[in-house]
């Protein structure tokens, strides 16, 4: 049966990639009523999808006991993540909640225990799983092809925090996002480590806010940012491996650029994201192939994914080694509040601690 989804927020997340997703998997669900708090977004959406006047809601605790939709998806800034799918649960309803989970480790842990304890299906949206290029590079490292591995390097930057009289935005305030890069963008590089299977084990954290002040939303008033503009991890893998993390919005001239690069004892593979052009790099083997240099190399489509298919699968009982519940979503929620903490007390911070 076709699973009718209610879609709560209606902003760049919502439109620019769960909505895609769904328009893909039209058999399978639909997006049956949609929420958000600002009229313009919440019209120009509804349009968008053909969704009638009774069906569009300003409140998501309206949409959630409607009793119109099988699931929700939320699609909001991080300080309401929590809340929302609390009172999904409440309805019996399973959810899909971006990352991060919320604010901190606390909130989020919170919320898993409500999960488990009323087993209510849940899904966290790291979208990265479902690139294909990053599932290819997954399956490269975990056939051993670049057998005991040495380093992981990953690198995102782009220029979003320089965009000319970019105002005070909900990014900039950790009352409402918690972090900056750090839970923004730090939050899918983690989990891209972890997907191609390294496991945290500690780290050293830093971070900083360069642009300091930001005219707010509302009024011509000038007012303090408070989240990080950018972040760098030292981190250790649970396998010894040494990973490196460079996060930040403030690259002038950089677009959107992310790099991954992981070495091993049998050479190496890179994974380049630059504005959308996507390349793979590996040279891996004996001598003799190293000889030949580095191959370029294009996955093949059985590699591709879509994140909506894979939270209505799993509502459907369909999971995969794509999946990643809220659980599973929780090991990165821990490995940012390390982050967190490291920069805070300026320390070594071991994941273990986050408990």
């Not at 004996?286 to 939270?311: C, L, M, R, W």
Request: include cysteine; hydrophobic fraction near 35%; charge should be negative.
């Amino acid at each position: 049966m076709k699973k009718k989804i209610g879609l709560i927020g209606c902003g760049g997340i919502a439109n620019g990639v769960h909505i895609p997703g769904y328009l893909k998997i039209s058999d399978d669900a639909e997006i049956y009523a949609v929420c958000d708090i600002n009229d313009e977004n919440l019209k120009k959406t509804a349009e968008k999808l053909n969704i009638p006047e009774e069906r569009r809601f300003k409140d998501y605790k309206d949409l959630i006991k409607s009793g119109l939709v099988d699931a929700v998806d939320i699609c909001t800034p991080n300080h309401v993540h929590c809340e929302i799918a609390h009172a999904a649960i409440k309805e019996g309803l399973p959810f899909s909640v971006e990352k991060p989970i919320g604010l901190d480790f606390l909130e989020a842990d919170k919320l898993l225990k409500a999960v488990e304890d009323t087993k209510t299906p849940s899904f966290v949206c790291f979208s990265w799983r479902y690139n294909t290029y990053a599932r290819f590079v997954r399956d490269i490292i975990i056939s051993g092809h670049l057998g005991k591995l040495y380093h992981i390097s990953v690198r995102c930057i782009k220029d979003s925090g320089l965009w000319e009289n970019r105002p005070l935005e909900w990014r900039f305030d950790k009352n409402l996002a918690g972090t900056g890069v750090l839970g923004d963008l730090g939050s899918h590089m983690i989990d891209v480590i972890r997907f191609w299977g390294e496991e945290f084990d500690g780290l050293f954290a830093q971070r900083g806010i360069e642009i300091k002040e930001r005219k707010k939303l509302d009024s011509d008033e000038i007012a303090p940012v408070t989240t990080d503009d950018w972040c760098n991890i030292n981190a250790i893998s649970r396998n010894g491996v040494p990973i490196t993390i460079s996060v930040s919005r403030i690259a002038k001239t950089i677009s959107n650029l992310i790099e991954f690069e992981v070495i091993g004892e049998k050479g190496r593979i890179k994974f380049t994201f630059d504005n959308g052009e996507q390349d793979i790099e590996i040279c891996a083997g004996d001598i003799d192939t190293k000889a030949k240099g580095t191959h370029h190399i294009v996955p093949p489509s059985s590699y591709e994914g879509n994140q909506s298919k894979s939270f209505v699968d799993m509502l459907n009982g369909k999971k995969d080694q794509y999946t990643s519940e809220l659980l599973e979503g929780m090991e990165c929620q821990k490995v940012l509040e390390a982050a967190f903490l490291s920069c805070e007390q300026n320390r070594y911070v071991k994941i273990d601690e986050i408990r």
